[in-house]
């Protein structure tokens, strides 16, 4: 089994995974980004139901779900005149689903 230094060195050759790490948490690090992905989970969901969950403007919905798309947290599919979302990197959904267990779970 790997010690914890072990996995430190391997991730320390790869530049490429640590940037994309970093921007990812960069990008999440919002609340209101936070709520967002929450709020997506494993699903696809429309920028107006994204905006009537979260409960703010459409224009402020649409500035951070452009923030998390141009990370590469987000992916989208237009159907007709509708922009659909979900979260486009596993690791990131794993991510949520974690800070999920440890922060929703507390009491538990």
């Known amino acids: 089994m790997k010690s914890q230094i072990d996995f430190l060195h391997e991730m320390m050759g790869q530049d490429e995974v640590i ?3 970093s921007r ?3 990008a ?3 609340p209101l980004r936070l709520k967002i992905l ?3 989970g494993e699903q696809e969901i429309s920028v ?3 905006v009537e969950s979260v409960g703010t403007s ?3 919905i649409s500035q951070h779900l452009a923030i998390l798309r141009d990370k590469g947290v ?3 599919r237009k159907d007709a005149n509708k922009v659909y979302y979900r979260i486009g990197d596993a690791r990131v959904l794993q991510l ?3 800070m999920r267990d440890v922060f929703c779970n507390m009491a538990a």
Do not use: R, Y
């Open 58 to 60: 459409q224009s402020n």
């Open 74 to 76: 987000l992916k989208t």
């Open 96 to 98: 949520i689903k974690m």
């Open 24 to 26: 990812s948490m960069k």
């Open 19 to 21: 940037e994309q790490a």
């Open 28 to 30: 999440i690090s919002h």
């Open 38 to 40: 929450c709020i997506l």
């Open 48 to 50: 107006q139901d994204i």
